[in-house]
């Protein structure tokens, strides 16, 4: 079993920065892939970034590549989402996953096994 929370959202206007985080607790964090993910209202949920377990691979969709970070600190069981260039359209609920298996597609949702309640984030224009 593995425990996600977030933190970090909240309101900025476009251009601004925001930094979230998501804390693990209840498996060794170093074994999980840890993926971040946003759904905005009325939309489904999407693909933001992915971030191997030991932190060498990351993925992210095209639509936030060169504007967003993601890493991870395993001493404190911990991955971060670095937002730089928000655009409004970057408005929703930022969710992490976590997943104990081998293999996944970072991408889909499907392979992820567990998954924090979000945090929202709001970029006004």
């Known amino acids: 079993q593995v425990q996600l929370v977030e933190s970090g959202g909240g309101l900025v206007q476009a251009g601004g920065s925001l930094s979230l985080s998501c804390a693990a607790s209840?498996?060794?964090?170093?074994?999980?892939?840890m993926g971040w993910f946003r759904q905005a209202p009325g939309k489904e949920r999407e693909f933001v970034a992915a971030?191997?377990?030991?932190?060498?691979?990351?993925v992210y969709a095209d639509s936030v590549k060169g504007r967003f970070t993601i890493s991870r600190d395993n001493a404190k069981n911990t991955v971060y989402l670095q937002m730089n260039s928000l655009k409004p359209e970057d408005t929703a609920v930022y969710s992490c996953?976590?997943?104990?298996?081998?293999?996944?597609?970072?991408?889909?949702?499907?392979?992820?096994?567990?998954w924090g309640q979000g945090t929202q984030v709001t970029v006004s224009s």
């Open positions: 971030i191997s377990r030991g932190g060498a691979s990351t």
């Open positions: 209840g498996r060794t964090f170093s074994t999980t892939t």
């Open positions: 996953a976590a997943s104990i298996r081998n293999g996944i597609e970072r991408e889909r949702s499907r392979g992820y096994d567990y």
